[in-house]
């Protein structure tokens, strides 16, 4: 049963977020049962979500070959490598799921948006990151060591975040600098930097 409820809760959360998306005043409205099959039908992200739900079953009930061969169709079909201590949370969102990897014992929560290109874990095998709810990872960023991202924050495009960034906040750069979303555009002025329009 806990396979299941987590699965449906996964098509909800993504249909929330994509709702969002659209309209601010949607993103508080619980999804219809329509929107969550419609998202889970359409979105790919959605189908990794899944195989890695019964992959973490099949690993809690020792089930063997299916984690290994599971695993393997995510990396083949969709060139995305999720290992397995990572912890997710509902609703994850790839947009698009080439070339990103989730290693280590990286914790990601729920509604976090990947763009695609990402990597998050360890560059020296000191830790790894937490993702807070809500955030957005921009396409090619990498988020580095035993770090938090608070929730809501952005990562922008190509950042290397290697410290821990405020809810609410935006990294952009490498190394990434953080700024106040309310400052962004004047903290990335006085920097050279760009906000990647996240402000």
Request: aromatic share 4%; with cysteine.
């Amino acid at each position: 049963m806990g396979l299941l409820r987590k699965i449906a809760a996964d098509a909800f959360e993504l249909a929330r977020a994509l709702r969002s998306e659209r309209s601010d005043e949607a993103a508080g409205a619980r999804p219809s049962t329509k929107d969550a099959v419609r998202a889970a039908l359409t979105q790919d992200g959605y189908k990794v979500l899944l195989m890695s739900r019964v992959r973490e079953t099949a690993r809690r009930w020792h089930v063997p070959g299916v984690n290994h061969a599971l695993r393997l169709v995510t990396t083949v079909l969709y060139s995305i490598e999720i290992g397995n201590d990572i912890e997710l949370g509902e609703g994850i969102n790839f947009t698009h799921t080439l070339g990103t990897v989730i290693g280590g014992t990286s914790k990601v929560g729920s509604r976090v948006k990947f763009m695609g290109n990402n990597t998050i874990g360890t560059a020296k095998d000191n830790g790894c990151p937490v993702i807070e709810d809500d955030v957005v990872i921009g396409c090619g960023a990498r988020v580095l060591g035993p770090i938090r991202i608070g929730r809501g924050a952005f990562i922008g495009a190509n950042a290397v975040v290697l410290t821990d960034v405020p809810p609410g906040a935006i990294a952009t750069g490498i190394p990434a600098k953080v700024h106040e979303r309310g400052n962004g555009a004047a903290g990335a002025a006085k920097s050279g930097t760009s906000t990647n329009g996240a402000d």
